[in-house]
């Protein structure tokens, strides 16, 4: 053997060897850091600090100016959809009385484009002429199935005369927003583009918002009816350089500030720059960035606000950097020469252990493999065997057969014409058989061997040599697993679901037990085709057709069907279906289960009731309630949305139940001896032995309430013969301690007399069911919060609005400026209708989940150092501090909405600061976890932390424990999260104060999903 100690002591030692330059490295360049971290802090805070301000200032007014611009397409849109025709002059009148240069300054025009069909188009064209709109060329030529030229276009002027007549749908830009706008009935925004109305000598980046316009105004349920519905669309073009200089006005010149389209920063995606230079990507050095990507009118803009030299100029970090740049090169100088010594120091111990290992490994490989080798020279009749081939036949050392004869003599009788007929076969080159032998001691073993022939000039035979090894192992191992097969094929008959199998032509030639006693029928009445007997005719034909379906195309299958019961009655069942091949790959036939799920459907029925009596009573009030129907009926798609998605989590777990965890026991009444199959022993989280635990054990196996009504059952059993009561839910506790939730099902079995001398039963693991049935029941708790909400919210979002558009005019007013005492109380007014608007969106985030689109790839580290750098001043808590602790060196990407994510982050730092005391720090987190699949963020603060009786009832909805809270702060935060994909828990800090919010979100792993 390799003297494997040594060899591990060597290693370790090397590794402390190797520790000692990472000593120097360490020890140098930490004093490196102290020295510079002291002369940089104190300057770089401050002028941080009032980076942030500024470039907080720029995003607010950036998303202000374009949400008033959303409010006059609205107004433009509403006159539209209120009136059965606009002529040219009252559409030019209304464009004229919102000044639009004067009150909405970037903005080009606006405008309107009806859609005109490909098959009405001529007849369209002169309605709309007869309108009194001008005669214009439809640009580009060309048949297409729909148009949507410009057919007015207002100020008209010169620039704005060009784009008459083209038509939106022929350019992809457009489209797609003009696509989204319709499908969805909301504002959209192009991407970058360049405007009709450019044709100077400098050009600018544009891009258009469109809103849609329905008949009579209208925003329908489905997709189908907005997109019949539809009547055109109402637009604004902006020319961005002329859009952000009135957006911005006068900014400092001490800032760079850049807006690109999408997530992407690249010098194509630019829209806005108000210098020549690219300091986005860090081309142009910047000590200070700030990044947002801003979601605006369903777009992502990414603005980057960067300091320029002048904002710096009050720095000067010569003295850090001298000692930096010295330090570091004084650190790496010790290292590399302490490398140079340690590398070699160890070298030769390496090379001096390389040989012992290479011979010592061949010799043990050979000795494990249970392989050895021969070499047979048939001209001489002589054979050498190895160690190996010696120790498989039992012989020792020296005392194998010398000749071809003695060889033949170890082979097992049965199979010696198998060597006989390979050694009278002389043309084979190469060849592998299996047979058995005798050992010298009579054990008969498996062998699996491996031959190769050399010939001279004259086809003669010089050389036979190969390799045989002993199989015996794997030939028992063969057997063990046919028995088991056997064994589980038995335990399908007894198995609480309905069990079916299809050979290759797609008869059924298998049913279990479970679907005869449900269909009352014999295996000769539903084999074959017989069992679409019980289906009920207005299911057959979609039965047959997705079974056929499959089976063609050899793939798995979920269907749902009546079947007739024994009694006649029809049952909802729940099919799945699955091909099953041979071990060497051949398609063998179908295997399949089927669940009962009529309650589901029944609940199913109930709901759709439920649904469209609320369908009726909105509609209802829709007449009343024009301007808010399409927030409402936008609200009413996304709960419709939710429901689908329940009824998929419930299509899913019926799918999960065909991998449900089965164990099966037996008790003989007669010698009180129980039998447990192995899946049990797993089951109750024990190794498989034998015996199994007696029936008095089960007092310590079973919680003492399952225990009680077992004992019970069973002894009511005994006396009555009733097994029903057999069947029962089940709570056992498994070797760990830990509690799963089982369901038991039992049945007695009598002699010939009608004694019962055995009890035979299943326990099926059903924990995840229960589980799946508490969120169910959770998600139909948030859409009925969903259903409140909507109508409430529509009742107060009124009257707020009313109220701060009478607070902001009071400020405006004369006599209450000049009157200083009124300004707390309109200060007060207006901050609190401000807090009520925003619980109310609190209360909409929450019944609505977050829409795909919205889930982009992040950057987190970005994401998480933007939110402790802009907390303490938004949330209003400037003087509590957060501190980022990364505990990786790359970069962590996550696919999650960041608007959503940020606003998860500031509910988690506000908690952990009111809850902690002054002064005290909050850490924000950040470390891959799970193999790098998830990334792990944690907020943690010094606080008195959470009772732990509390601690699974705070993330529930209205749930607080601190006076003056609304309950919806960590709710929030863990409807966002669950929709990213990830799961969010708390718990306190153990020995120290405070407690830790953790959330775990998949990572983006490959540049493909980024």
Known sequence: MIPRLSLFSGSRLSGWLYLIPVLVLSVSLLITWVAWHSNRTARQEEVRTGFDYQAREVFSSIAQRMDAYEQVLRGVQGLFAVSETVTPDEFRTYVRMLRLNE??????????????????????????????????????????????PIIALEPLTGSNRRALGFDLLSEPVRRKALQRARDLGVAAITAKLRLLQENGPKQQAGCIMYLPVYRHGVVADSLDARRRNLVGWVSAPFRMDDLMNGILGERSRQFDIEIFDGTTILPEAMMYDDDTLFHADGTVPTRFQAVRRMEIAGHIWTVVI????????????????????????VSLLLTLITWLLVAGHLRARRESHAAQITAQALKEAEQLALLGHFDYDPRSNSTYWSEGLERIWGFSPGARPRRFEEFLATVHPDDLQIILDSDADKTWRETSSEFRIIRSDGEIRHVYSRGYREFDREGTITRVFGIDQDITERKQAEERIVRSRNYYLQLLEYFPAMVWRAGTDGGCDYFNRTWLAFTGRSFEQERGDGWTAGVHPDDLAGCLAVYHEAFLKRESFAMEYRLRRHDGSYQWISDHGRPFYTEEGTFAGYLGSCYNINAQKTAELALKQAHEQLEQRIAERTSALSRANSQLRQEITERMRIEDELRSSRALLDKSQQQARLGCWSWDARTNRITWSDELFRLFGIPPRKPAPSYGDYAAMLTPESYRRFDHAVAHALATGDDSVLTMDIGIIRADGSQRQCLGHGEVVRNEYGVITHINGTLQDITERRELEQQLFEARKLESIGQLVAGVAHEVRNPLNAILSVTEALFREKSIEDNPEFEPYLHHIRSQVTRLAHLMNDLLDLGKPIPADNLQPLPLLELCRDAALLWPGSCGHPERSVSLDVKTNRELFIRADAIKLQQALFNLLDNAAQNSPQGSGIVLSLAPVETDRFVSICISDRGQGIPDDQLERVFQPFYSNRRGGTGLGLALVKHYVEHMAGTVTIRNNGDSPGCTVEIRIPLVTTEDER
Do not use: C, K, W
């Open 103 to 148: 009150n909405y300054p970037g903005i080009q025009g606006v405008g309107y484009s009806p859609l005109i069909h490909g098959a009405s188009r001529e007849r369209q064209l002169a309605a709309i002429s007869r309108q009194g709109y001008a005669e214009f060329p439809m640009l580009p030529t060309g048949t297409r199935s729909e148009y949507a």
């Open 306 to 329: 960067s300091s320029r030299d002048q904002f710096l100029s009050s720095e000067n970090g010569r003295g850090a950097h001298t000692i930096a740049v010295a330090g570091i090169a």
